[in-house]
C-alpha cells in the first residue's frame, strides 16, 4: 500500500478530525478512510445528471404513475435512464449492429448452450 505525506493548516486538520469522529468515531485508521474516499471522489468524481436528463425523467415518472406502471417498474427504468454507462453500453451495441460484429443465436439453439459455447472459443 503507498503512503502519500499531506500537509495543511491546523484549521483545515481540525474540521478533518471533525469529519473522522463523525463518521468514523474512533476506529483506528478512521483518517485514512477518509483521506481516500476523499481522494477516490477527485479521480473518479460521482455521475452528474444534467438538466435535460433530469426533466425527461421527470416528464416519464409522471407519465408511468398516470398510466398505473408498478413502482418497481418506474424505478428501474429510472435506473437505466440515469445510468450512463449502460447508456453507452446500448450506444455501442447499436453501433456493433451496424458494422455487423453482433452474433445471434441460430433458429433451433439453446440460447445458454451458445453461450457456453462462445464463452469456449474466448
Known amino acids: 500500500m503507498a503512503q502519500i505525506l499531506v500537509r495543511v493548516d491546523e484549521d483545515l486538520a481540525k ?3 471533525r469529519i473522522v469522529k463523525e463518521k468514523y468515531g474512533g476506529r ?3 483518517l485514512s478512510f477518509v483521506v481516500e474516499e476523499a481522494l477516490r471522489e477527485v479521480v473518479s468524481p460521482p455521475a452528474e445528471i444534467s438538466a435535460s436528463s433530469l426533466l425527461e425523467v421527470i416528464d416519464y415518472v409522471s407519465r408511468a404513475s398516470k398510466e398505473g406502471q408498478p413502482k418497481d417498474q418506474i424505478l428501474t427504468n429510472v435506473f437505466l435512464m440515469l445510468d450512463r454507462e449502460f447508456e453507452q453500453s446500448i450506444i455501442a451495441g447499436v ?3 451496424d458494422k455487423g460484429r453482433i452474433r445471434e443465436v ?3 439453439h439453446d440460447a445458454v ?3 457456453r459455447e462462445l464463452a469456449k472459443q474466448a
Open 15 to 17: 474540521e478533518v478530525r
Open 113 to 115: 448452450e451458445f453461450l
Open 95 to 97: 453501433e456493433d449492429v
Open 106 to 108: 441460430p433458429k433451433g
Open 28 to 30: 483506528r485508521g478512521a
